[in-house]
């Protein structure tokens, strides 16, 4: 079966650095995204990788192995305004978005 | 602003009853799409629609239905709803061409059924 693998929470201290990873086991990759979604709200695309490597946006990056079946998320400089769930979600071979059942980011001054 | 709507907010609801959510955007985004949201769950795709007059079903279609009768509106009904539809239902879109596709998502309508 397909399968995305998340910690289900996780403490960072503000101004700190923290790493969110995801691993995932899917028909098929076609791209891997992340989304952050505050308590109650709508989740918002935040990074998307289909290539191996690094892409940085701000205080943000995400990593990919297609080799690993694994990712993470980075955030720098953490701000209270950053605790929320973060979602992994993989785009299988039939173009489908599988979901991790997200990580919730608790930031602590 | 451009972006999706969803109504109503929050509903509770009697079993045995029926409900549609309504979802309606802006963005003239070809693909529509309809998930559920449970604690300790991923979002999980009840249906889809990759342009008007068409639909599919996604991981868990049962006891839902929709409809695509034009490009901005994407109605989920619930024909008679069971309490294990408790839920958040989240709506959403995307430009169907090539590239990321990411999803624009509503702000969620909360289903409570009795």
């Known amino acids: 079966g397909q399968n995305i693998d998340q910690p289900t929470e996780m403490t960072a201290t503000e101004g700190a650095i923290v790493q969110i990873n995801c691993t995932y086991q899917?028909?098929?990759?076609?791209?891997l995204f992340w989304y952050q979604q505050h308590a109650g709200e709508a989740p918002t695309f935040l990074s998307y990788n289909v290539l191996d490597g690094l892409e940085e946006k701000g205080r943000f990056s995400s990593f990919l192995s297609r080799s690993k079946g694994y990712s993470y998320l980075l955030l720098k400089e953490l701000q209270m305004k950053d605790s929320a769930s973060y979602l992994c979600a993989v785009r299988d071979s039939n173009y489908q978005l599988i979901w991790g059942a997200g990580t919730k980011l608790i930031i602590k001054p | 602003i451009a972006g999706i709507t969803q109504a109503p907010t929050s509903q509770i609801l009697a079993a045995g009853r029926r409900m549609t959510l309504r979802c309606t955007q802006d963005?003239?985004?070809?693909?529509m799409y309809w998930y559920r949201q449970d604690l300790g769950l991923g979002l999980r795709l009840i249906h889809y629609?990759?342009?008007?007059?068409?639909?599919g079903k996604g991981e868990v279609p049962d006891g839902y239905s929709v409809s695509r009768a034009n490009t901005d509106d994407f109605p989920l009904t619930l024909a008679s709803a069971v309490p294990s539809q408790t839920s958040v239902y989240f709506c959403a879109s995307s430009d169907s061409g090539a590239g990321a596709n990411v999803l624009t998502f509503g702000a969620g309508s909360r289903l409570t059924v009795l």
């Open positions: 629609s990759n342009t008007a007059g068409t639909t």
């Open positions: 963005m003239r985004h070809n693909a």
């Open positions: 899917t028909s098929g990759f076609n791209g």
